[in-house]
T-cell receptor, first 112, second 114 residues
Framework: SQQGEEDPQALSIQEGENATMNCSYK?????LQWYRQNSGRGLVHLIL?????REKHSGRLRVTLDTSKKSSSLLITASRAADTASYFC????????????FGKGTRLSVIA | ETGVTQTPRHLVMGMTNKKSLKCEQH?????MYWYKQSAKKPLELMFV???????ENNSVPSRFSPECPNSSHLFLHLHTLQPEDSALYLC?????????????FGPGTRLTVL
């Protein structure tokens, strides 16, 4: 079934550095979403990028989508300790009105 | 997180117990979801409800029994669980059940089965 796979599984950086996470998926999609989860909490939606968009920004977040490579990246600029969390990409499971499927996530640690 | 609330936040139960998890959304959404999150595994979609009707059951064992009395409330009734059912159970809602929707998650219930 359709599923995003994030890479790397874990990432550790210093505060102020940029963090880049990648997501690959298997079949055609009409949108891709990124979510963040703080430890033991619910997921929080960050950004949605549609298949006809190549790049989208929201504050310190920049998301790109390359449908030819079936991949997306999430860049967090000037990271802060508060950005420490797991980040998930999510894609529709299939064509039509199907639910989202989430990957295993990238665990980001930002060290102060 | 006030948009979707879950109770209890933590639950410890024996394998012979019966308990229920409750989820309430205050967002006026029509779709609600139950997910299971275990360590080092992808988020597993368990059930989807659209306008109170179950539209998805992903081969979930019958010891998990969902109930959706209205579009704002979702329950997960638990009975004779196994230790491997210990996980974080997340509830979410969205405007409809589609893949273009943003999902709004509750804080989760951390379930431990002894």
């Amino acid at each position: 079934s359709q599923q995003g796979e994030e890479d790397p599984q874990a990432l550790s950086i210093q505060e102020g550095e940029n963090a880049t996470m990648n997501c690959s998926y298997k079949t055609s999609i009409n949108n891709l979403q990124w979510y963040r989860q703080n430890s033991g909490r619910g997921l929080v939606h960050l950004i949605l990028i549609r298949s006809n968009e190549r790049e989208k920004h929201s504050g310190r977040l920049r998301v790109t989508l390359d449908t030819s490579k079936k991949s997306s990246s999430l860049l967090i600029t000037a990271s802060r300790a508060a950005d420490t969390a797991s980040y998930f990409c999510a894609t529709p499971r299939g064509a039509g009105n199907t639910p989202l499927v989430f990957g295993k996530g990238t665990r980001l640690s930002v060290i102060a | 997180e006030t948009g979707v609330t879950q109770t209890p936040r933590h639950l410890v139960m024996g394998m012979t117990n019966k308990k229920s998890l409750k989820c309430e959304q205050h967002l006026g959404h029509n779709a609600m979801y139950w997910y299971k999150q275990s360590a080092k595994k992808p988020l597993e979609l368990m059930f989807v409800y659209n306008f109170k009707e179950q539209t998805e059951n992903n081969s979930v064992p019958s010891r998990f029994s969902p109930e959706c009395p209205n579009s704002s409330h979702l329950f997960l009734h638990l009975h004779t669980l196994q230790p491997e059912d210990s996980a974080l159970y997340l509830c979410a809602s969205s405007a409809s059940g589609g893949g273009t929707d943003t999902q709004y998650f509750g804080p989760g219930t951390r379930l431990t089965v002894l």
